[in-house]
């Protein structure tokens, strides 16, 4: 069974510097790896999206590496903003189509 | 815009009843999957559908039922037997290959 593990489960950090969020999976046989952002009582708005073929994604600020191997993906946001306050979710496609999410960063930027 | 809409956002049952929870997509996507979302727990695959006419039990299908009669639509009923219902519940949607899931905006349901 695929299981995916976010760490830190929650983070403060002041504007302006840069977030890290981690997320491992233990099976590395997936399809794909995909981030998403939610925000309270929302639904999930996607980020990036990393093919099991693709090193990484860029997206304006947001930047997502995938090490299948050693079953590792990184979110970096670059010059955080308090608009980036949310929860951040990882999730695997693997099997038969199958999604299996973290239960996610939550992420609160002080101004 | 093509997305997906869920109907209604909040939603109240009371104790016995059933309620149908709706899911519409305009991306002429083939897959179609319902979550439930509870604080601390992460997202849980309660049934999922890869094409019309065709649906799967996910994780935790006890206590629901879906239909899936046009590729549009995969409404959710949660039934009286599902004993803890209030939860927060995500439809999402996923094409071919390399498109990824798509969410909807989510509807949650009370029990009162």
């Known amino acids: 069974k695929q299981e995916v593990t976010q760490i830190p489960a929650a983070l403060s950090v002041p504007e302006g510097e840069n977030l890290v969020l981690n997320c491992s999976f233990t099976?590395?046989?997936?399809?794909?790896l995909q981030w998403f952002r939610q925000d309270p009582g929302k639904g999930l708005t996607s980020l990036l999206l990393?093919?099991?073929?693709?090193r990484e994604q860029t997206s304006g600020r947001l930047n997502a590496s995938l090490d299948k191997s050693s079953g590792r993906s990184t979110l970096y946001i670059a010059a955080s903003q308090p608009g980036d306050s949310a929860t951040y979710l990882c999730?695997?496609?693997?099997?038969?189509?199958?999604?299996?999410f973290g239960k996610g960063n939550q992420v609160v930027v002080i101004p | 815009d093509g997305g997906i809409t869920q109907s209604p956002k909040y939603l109240f049952r009371k104790e016995g009843q059933n309620v149908t929870l709706s899911c519409e997509q305009n991306?002429?996507?083939?897959?179609m999957y319902w979550y439930r979302q509870d604080p601390g727990q992460g997202l849980r695959l309660i049934y999922y559908s890869q094409i019309v006419n065709d649906f799967q039990k996910g994780d935790i299908a006890e206590g629901y039922s879906v239909s899936r009669e046009k590729k549009e639509s995969f409404p959710l009923t949660v039934t009286s037997a599902q004993k803890n219902p209030t939860a927060f519940y995500l439809c999402?949607?996923?094409?071919?290959?390399?498109?990824?899931?798509?969410f909807g905006s989510g509807t949650r349901l009370t029990v009162v």
């Open positions: 999730a695997v496609l693997y099997g038969n189509n199958r999604l299996a």
């Open positions: 099976d590395s046989a997936i399809y794909n």
């Open positions: 990393i093919q099991s073929s693709q």
């Open positions: 991306l002429n996507h083939d897959a």
């Open positions: 999402a949607s996923s094409g071919q290959g390399e498109y990824g899931y798509t």
